[in-house]
């Protein structure tokens, strides 16, 4: 019986693949879109109630606190000012310089973070000595820190992304701790009975087992890192970016909340564009780890 040659079954598989992946993709997508006209709904809905109610808690509901959705999106293509460029591209533009910041900020946070979380994992006197200081240090407010770090280093820029690292190392130290930790203890013992080097454990057993708790701390440091950057960017006085924008719609809310209610959008997309692009880094390295080669 003739067996196909390889080439042509990869590329069989390759094809499997996709017309199983497609129909899983426009599944989610439906899904994504049924959940956001849903909450479009409970957002009109709830308004309408609290309108002809005369709602005043917890918050009084009007045109000022609850702006139609439509009008919300339809103000990101209308002008920002009188003559000036429409508010998607400023927006787009202040997203852009916000980005870089996050990304240096997460590029920052996970390395320290990684790097802290193999130290500790091969102490367990410098867990009982750091440890505590590491969780102690995410209980002080970062709005009491970033104007600190702002006259430290004396550079804005940098000091954003130093603001937005400081929310992105603690979630990727304690994960990364915790997955090297996972490894099975049966193929540590047979990679010592080996004389196996630490480095050699390290990279080969305790890295893989650990990349689902790393990807799991690195999807929640990536929207960390944006809301880091915004924040950062307020004690700076940058104004090239959603930080800067928000502080500006924040002035004249009170005639046009759509405005800073757009920039809300925008920040929360560029957060999503962080998260999305982690998962997919996730299934990408996760896919091709050792244990999942045959």
């Not at 320290?112 to 407010?141: K, N, W």
């Not at 690292?165 to 930790?181: D, M």
């Not at 047979?190 to 080097?197: E, I, N, V």
């Amino acid at each position: 019986m003739a067996h196909p040659e390889p080439a042509a079954a990869l590329r069989g598989a390759v094809f499997a693949d996709r017309r199983q992946t497609w129909p899983g993709a426009l599944g989610r997508a439906g899904v994504t879109l049924l959940v956001l006209a849903a909450l479009w709904g409970l957002w009109e809905a709830y308004r309408w109630v609290g309108v002809r109610t005369q709602l005043t808690w917890p918050f009084p509901v009007d045109d000022v606190t609850m702006p139609h959705i439509h009008t919300i999106l339809q103000a990101l293509f209308e002008p920002s000012r009188v003559n000036g460029p429409l508010l998607i591209s400023v927006l787009l533009d202040s997203a852009w310089f916000t980005a870089k910041e996050a990304l240096l900020g997460f590029a920052l946070g996970a390395t320290f973070g990684f790097a802290l979380g193999i130290l500790l994992a091969h102490s367990r006197l410098l867990q009982r000595g750091f440890l505590p200081y590491i969780v102690a240090s995410q209980t002080v407010p970062i709005l009491a820190i970033a104007p600190m770090v702002v006259v430290w280093l004396k550079s804005g820029w940098l000091s954003v992304a130093v603001i937005a690292a400081y929310l992105t190392f603690f979630p990727v130290t304690i994960n990364t701790l915790r997955g090297l930790l996972s490894a099975d203890p049966r193929a540590l013992e047979l990679m010592r009975s080996y004389a196996a080097s630490p480095w050699a454990v390290l990279w080969k057993l305790r890295v893989p087992a650990a990349l689902p708790y790393i990807f799991s701390a690195l999807r929640v440091s990536a929207t960390a890192s944006v809301v880091g950057a915004i924040i950062g960017e307020l004690p700076s006085s940058i104004q090239d970016g959603l930080g800067g924008a928000i502080l500006n719609f924040a002035q004249y809310y009170s005639i046009q909340p759509a405005n800073l209610w757009a920039t809300n959008l925008v920040a929360a997309a560029l957060g999503i564009v962080f998260f999305l692009a982690v998962v997919l880094a996730e299934k990408l390295v996760v896919r091709r780890a050792p244990e999942n080669v045959a």
